[in-house]
């Protein structure tokens, strides 16, 4: 029970950041940053070092999470793979990767890639959460 409090509190979190578009302010702060230290022309090769990196973490991060949560139900391991999709994927918008931009800016089937992956990863957390209700219902 206490997993879905967390979860329940990060994705609380997530809809604090949409709305107050935290991610153009940390986009803001670091072309800053590479401006000031002189670095903003080899942007595009830090960028993509950053998301390898990004891609690397997450990777090792679902992997200790099934690790950690082996014992425990399917649906929340289901949820902690959501969850670290829908990080990635907030972490490399902010980093205005403008190859990943062009991309996440596409269309399929009338809607654009990045509602479709951003959703996506947030229908996968709420349906775990479901599942994991109907196969054990809250205690009264």
Known sequence: MR???YVA???TFLGFNKQLD???LVTEIGRSVALYSGWY???QTVQFVFILGLTLAATCAACILFWTFRRLAVEIKMASVGICL???FIVIRAASFH???R???QYVIGVRWNAV??????????ASGMFYLKQRPIAR
């Open 3 to 5: 997993f879905w409090i």
């Open 9 to 11: 509190a990060f994705m």
């Open 22 to 24: 935290l991610q153009t």
């Open 41 to 43: 022309d080899q942007r």
């Open 86 to 88: 829908l990080g990635t």
């Open 99 to 101: 190859h990943a931009d």
């Open 103 to 105: 991309f996440l800016g």
């Open 117 to 126: 992956l951003e959703l996506g990863c947030i229908l996968f957390v709420a």
